[in-house]
């Protein structure tokens, strides 16, 4: 990176390189954003359940997805992204630990997934199918989770990702999602990799950017936005801008975060902040196995649980085996 680019970013470190969240803001266009840039961590997620390309590729967009949001929060939580549809793909879990850590799990009907196939209809839209997708903030322990619930009606999580918030919290967004395998010289498979990047319209002033929505946040009811609003010229910049970006360039590994926002916004200006590193982290564990298997059954349930004298518990997530013998609960008792 050439001196003046550092200059026009306000760099004073090296360009970011994979696995990271890297925030960023348009001053002049009253933008925020965030880009991801993923590669060994997801590479890790997807490559674990050796899932068919189809369904990678979607499960990725989620994690980056889940990434870009769960990375703004301010506080130790979870964020959860969860789909329950009925196409091929009918289930998507995305957990991310704040404030690094991430883990995913994709459920899919092989047979519904061969037909779809054949018929050359693997898009996101149509694995998903219709249903919905659930964001969730989780706090911990002794505080209210907050859920938001936006229907899946054949579209792709971009678009999902703009409705959701709209009803939820009425801020222009746009979002961008990319997932690519890319095979280096030497390597013996092709690697995973993706990249996502998400804007929003935050005007200093506080003031009202678009319509109100009726509802209460729930989403059972969603309104529509006033015909009669104007799209800010700033924000108008930015999100024609953010279109222009290709699949390649967001999962391109020689293309940092810091060289794509400067391909983008170098005439508008961009302000780089310090990049968040993150991992491929699950949250199972023998302890929170066994309080579960004690808690949540009786001792008649875990004795019908067992083969060969163990009962096993598979996490879906890392696929680590966890074994217990149904007599350890008894002592518990």
Not at 11 to 31: C, I, K
Not at 257 to 267: A, D, G, I, K, M
Request: glycine fraction near 8%; charged fraction near 25%.
């Amino acid at each position: 990176m050439t001196d003046n680019l550092l200059a026009a970013l306000g760099l004073d470190r090296p360009e970011t390189g994979d696995d990271a969240v890297v925030p960023f803001t348009l001053d002049r266009l009253d933008t925020r954003g965030r880009v991801v840039r993923l590669a060994a961590a997801l590479d890790t997620i997807l490559s674990r359940h050796d899932y068919p390309a189809p369904v990678a590729r979607l499960l990725g967009e989620a994690v980056v997805l889940a990434a870009l949001i769960g990375s703004s929060l301010k506080f130790e939580g979870r964020f959860i992204l969860q789909t329950q549809t009925d196409g091929p793909v009918n289930l998507i879990v995305v957990d991310f630990d704040a404030p690094d850590g991430m883990r995913g799990y994709a459920r899919f009907d092989r047979e519904a997934l061969v037909k779809a196939a054949e018929a050359g209809r693997t898009g996101p839209a149509e694995l998903l199918g219709n249903g919905h997708l659930a964001m969730t903030i989780d706090q911990g322990p002794h505080t209210e989770r907050y859920q938001g619930i936006v229907a899946l009606e054949g579209n792709t999580l971009e678009e999902v990702a703009h409705t959701y918030f709209m009803q939820s919290e009425q801020i222009p967004t746009q979002v961008r999602l990319a997932v690519a395998q890319i095979t280096t010289r030497g390597d013996h498979r092709p690697r995973w990799r993706a990249g996502g990047m998400l804007i929003q319209h935050l005007p200093e002033s506080g003031a009202a950017v678009m319509a109100d929505l009726p509802g209460d946040g729930n989403f059972d009811n969603p309104g529509t936005a006033d015909p009669d609003f104007v799209e800010a010229d700033g924000w108008a910049e930015a999100r024609a801008l953010l279109g222009t970006v290709g699949d390649l360039e967001l999962a391109d590994p020689d293309l940092s975060p810091e060289r794509l926002l400067f391909r983008l916004y170098h005439e508008t200006g961009v302000r780089v902040f310090p990049p968040q590193d993150l991992e491929e982290r699950c949250t199972c564990s023998a302890d929170r196995i066994e309080n579960m298997l004690a808690d949540s059954f009786s001792d008649e349930e875990r004795q019908d649980m067992a083969v060969d004298g163990e009962i096993e518990v598979v996490c879906e997530f890392c696929s680590t085996a966890y074994r217990f013998n149904p007599h350890q609960f008894l002592a518990r008792h």
